[in-house]
């Protein structure tokens, strides 16, 4: 009991059965280009999509610049947290986050669109009592008035401001979600007053 946890294995020569594969490398860095390391394998080396200091524009393009304070809608500092979500965009204070960019909150045009188809049908197991039951009584018969109501679909949210426009399309699986989307559209024109 008293080495209990002895410590790390001792080093040894490269190349032997048993070969410890925490130890350090005979050179003191990576031994070979490893998981994580791409293109030049070393840490230090750019990786996937990292520009490289110094890089230049492809030719026929030209360098980027920056827009200049007055351009555009300039998202400024939140107060607050979101005040609603519908599928890929948000409202935060007086800002609209989309996939598409920040807006302005104020002067949004929003619209919602119910794509959703609600069908009404006999359950299976409907049918199977009024099976069982008609060979007992004729009040099996009464089980086929049973129905199902099932929504599929979704609503589709647009919303425009700032010289920008985005979609998205939130699913639903009731009515009640239908109108919970919807609700929010109302509450978002609201906010955009």
């Known amino acids: 009991m008293a080495n209990q946890y002895p410590g790390p294995p001792p080093e040894q020569p490269p190349g032997q059965p048993g070969q410890n594969p925490y130890a350090t490398p005979p050179a003191g860095g990576p031994v070979d280009a490893g998981y994580g390391y791409p293109q030049g394998g070393r840490p230090g080396d750019p990786g996937y999509g990292y520009p490289q200091a110094g890089s230049q524009p492809p030719p026929g393009f030209p360098p980027p610049t920056a ?11 939140q107060t607050g947290g979101m005040a609603l979500s519908l599928g890929d965009i948000a409202v935060s204070g007086d800002t609209i986050m989309t996939p598409a960019g920040p807006m302005p909150l104020k002067g949004a045009i929003w619209t919602a669109t119910d794509m959703s188809r609600t069908e009404e049908k006999i359950p299976a197991h409907a049918v199977v009592l009024a099976i069982v039951f008609f060979l007992f009584c004729l009040l099996g018969l009464l089980f086929l008035l049973m129905k199902e109501r099932v929504t599929t679909g979704f609503v589709q949210v647009t919303v425009n401001s700032g010289g920008r426009h985005h979609s998205t399309m939130v699913p639903v699986q009731s009515r009640e979600q239908v109108m919970y989307v919807l609700n929010q559209v109302n509450y978002a024109r609201s906010l955009s007053v």
């Open 67 to 77: 827009p200049p304070p007055s351009a555009g809608f300039q998202a400024g500092p």
